[in-house]
């Protein structure tokens, strides 16, 4: 089953606009990870955050983690059409063995 | 630094026939995994390994074997094809047990 769910599973937006992502998760974590996947590709690590930190910024990228509601988000800000991926969550849930657990994802399309 | 790298990028196989993805890392990483993507879903782990000659399985790990021989590569093999195996393969490597660093995937169909 998967660990994370994520919620919408597609959104559509206007460039400019701000884009959030939710994801929930089932099991204690040491950290919780988003990566991004463009269409055909590998996926693309975006930033980590760990279950002792709250919140998270690198360059227009927000994540937000709340560890009692074992829930996070991503927040892109002023959003590109390059943006336009799909973007995932991923939880270690507790080990330390590097395998991950992925949420199934949420399909951003930015229209120019 | 060529990364991950996995071959082939495609491949179509006949039910019950055998094969190897290939994937290789160069950056000395410890830890590696494979994972399957269908259409719509997100990754599940398949199997992955903590070192050179250890081996664990992830989520969905039957009708595949894996070794690894080397720090450097981790083959992933179907010994007897099934059309539900017809998915997208991504290996992926880790140095710190977090950030991972996946491969462009290979594309296989199973008919």
């Known amino acids: 089953s998967q660990q994370g769910e994520e919620d919408p599973q597609a959104l559509s937006i206007q460039e400019g606009e701000n884009a959030t992502m939710n994801c929930s ?8 990870q988003w990566y991004r996947q463009n269409s055909g590709r590998g996926l693309v690590h975006l930033i980590l955050i760990r279950s002792n930190e709250r919140e998270k910024h690198s360059g227009r990228l927000r994540v937000t983690l709340d560890t009692s509601k074992k829930s996070s988000s991503l927040l892109i800000t002023a959003s590109r059409a390059a943006d336009t991926a ?3 969550c ?3 849930k507790g080990s330390n063995t590097g395998k991950l657990i992925f949420g199934q994802g949420t399909t951003l399309q930015v229209k120019p | 630094n060529a990364g991950v790298t996995q071959t082939p990028k495609f491949q179509v196989l006949k039910t ?11 950056m000395n990483h410890e830890y590696m995994s494979w994972y399957r993507q269908d259409p ?10 903590v070192g050179a000659g250890i081996t664990d399985q992830g989520e969905v790990p039957n009708g595949y074997n894996v070794s690894r021989s080397t720090t450097e590569d981790f083959p992933l093999r179907l010994l007897s094809a099934a059309p539900s195996q017809t998915s ?4 992926a490597s880790t140095t710190d047990q977090e950030t991972q660093y ?6 296989l169909l199973v008919l």
Request: proline residues 2%.
């Open chain 2, 40 to 49: 719509g879903m997100g990754l599940r782990l398949i199997h992955y390994s």
């Open chain 1, 90 to 92: 991923a939880t270690d």
């Open chain 2, 16 to 26: 019950g026939q055998s094969m190897t993805l290939q994937c290789a890392q160069d």
């Open chain 2, 88 to 91: 997208v393969y991504f290996c």
């Open chain 2, 102 to 107: 996946f491969g462009p995937g290979t594309r």
């Open chain 1, 86 to 88: 799909s973007y995932f």
């Open chain 1, 25 to 32: 998760y089932k099991t204690s974590i040491n950290n919780l």
